[in-house]
């Protein structure tokens, strides 16, 4: 049995994620596809633009059999922790190929790499340190890293992220067999193109620019969600907070709490202070996950303890997902939930506190994480 595994976010879900699936389906001619999704919120630190049931809900209607939560604890880190709990999570399902999307589009690339690494570990290591006590930030460490190692560079995201996927798999010999997708546009234009961007769509649909040509079922997006409109809740928590405290919150390290607690009430505006935080030792995406932390308190312990995760959330399937999950049932290491109240484990609390928050301004989210009715006939 083939088993296709794709790795989204879907926020929104555009033309151009219909084409990579589409041509995912192409390559590897499943008889199942099964995305890993991130919940309600994504890598970058924010809030998804509208709730991950709806997400998931048209990831089915377009050609998606079976979608799992990547779980809150891998979504809000690195691109390393990111790809770790991706892989894993696709292992335990039983998916036999991946297929992602990168600027870059060759595998036989990615694989080069990543074994280059696998043979010379500490030496790739050492050069990432070297580079970060220089003042690089992690990205551009890793970068310099692969140059002085291969003689080759990975800059975009996408590609990073792509590297990520294909090191796991390599690291711990996974059956999976590895593809990739050359993407069709640039992943950060904030514009509207043919194939317009994630970016782009976002920035339209708050501006109430008609978009309708780009996305699907525009019923789905009446309630938006965006991160600046937390702003409130996230200056309280800085402010009420001594410096001690901020330091045991997630991702709050080198002192930076002290520049927290000093700027704080010079900034306005969300974007305003993410922009004063931002600096050649931290990317802007890396001090949006660290204010995501402190907004929603989470701790350096809390976050530890919920990296072990032995569990698969089942968010939607149809028909053809449901079938598959009652043959993989007994012998899935994994336990198989479908909502958060038939199963205790340190990484669904922190969903529930996730989903808490939120509420805050759509009080059905709560409901739906102990009362979602996956399968869509």
């Known amino acids: 049995?083939?088993?296709?595994?794709?790795?989204?976010?879907?926020?929104?879900?555009?033309?151009?994620?219909?084409?990579?699936?589409?041509?995912?389906?192409?390559?590897?001619?499943?008889?199942?596809?099964?995305?890993?999704?991130?919940?309600?919120?994504?890598?970058?630190?924010?809030?998804?633009?509208?709730?991950?049931?709806?997400?998931?809900e048209l990831a089915i209607k377009y050609g998606v059999d079976l979608v799992i939560e990547l779980p809150f604890v891998y979504v809000s880190q690195s691109a390393d922790y990111f790809c770790k709990g991706a892989i894993d999570l696709l292992y335990h399902i039983g998916v036999t190929d991946l297929v992602f999307g990168s600027e870059c589009g060759t595998i036989e690339t990615f694989k080069e790499i990543a074994y280059a690494i696998e043979k010379q570990p500490d030496t790739y290591n050492q050069y990432v340190r070297d580079?970060?006590?220089?003042?690089?930030?992690?990205?551009d460490a890793c970068n310099q890293a692969l140059s002085q190692l291969l003689g080759k560079s990975i800059v975009t995201p996408n590609d990073l992220l792509g590297l990520g996927y294909v090191k796991e798999v390599i690291f711990n010999h996974y059956p999976i067999n590895l593809h990739c997708i050359e993407r069709s546009n640039d992943y950060h234009e904030t514009t509207l193109?043919?194939?317009?961007?994630?970016?782009?769509?976002?920035?339209?649909?708050?501006?109430?620019?008609?978009?309708?040509?780009?996305?699907?079922?525009m019923s789905y997006y009446t309630k938006l969600y965006k991160q600046s409109d937390f702003f409130s809740y996230l200056k309280y928590q800085i402010i009420i907070q001594d410096e001690n405290s901020l330091k045991n919150l997630h991702l709050v390290d080198e002192g930076i709490e002290n520049l927290l607690k000093k700027v704080i009430y010079q900034v306005n505006y969300y974007d305003e202070l993410v922009s004063t935080l931002t600096s050649k030792r931290y990317t802007k995406t890396r001090i949006q996950r660290m204010l995501l932390h402190i907004l929603l308190n989470n701790t350096k312990q809390e976050i530890q303890n919920a990296l072990s995760v032995d569990y698969l959330h089942i968010l939607k399937m149809n028909q053809k997902g449901q079938a598959y999950l009652h043959q993989i049932k007994k012998t899935c290491d994994y336990k198989i939930i479908t909502n958060l109240s038939t199963y205790k484990h340190p990484a669904l609390d922190l969903e529930i506190k996730t989903s808490k928050f939120l509420a805050l301004q759509d009080d059905s989210i709560l409901e739906q994480e102990f009362k979602n009715i996956p399968i869509i006939k």
Do not use: C
Not at 196 to 217: C, G, M, P
């Open 1 to 56: 049995m083939k088993i296709l595994g794709i790795v989204v976010e879907y926020n929104p879900f555009h033309t151009g994620h219909l084409y990579h699936l589409e041509k995912a389906k192409e390559i590897v001619q499943p008889d199942l596809t099964i995305a890993i999704m991130s919940g309600n919120y994504v890598q970058r630190g924010e809030v998804a633009i509208i709730d991950k049931f709806k997400r998931s």
């Open 131 to 139: 580079a970060m006590n220089q003042g690089l930030r992690y990205p």
């Open 193 to 217: 193109n043919k194939v317009a961007s994630a970016t782009a769509l976002r920035k339209a649909l708050f501006n109430h620019e008609d978009v309708h040509e780009y996305l699907f079922d």
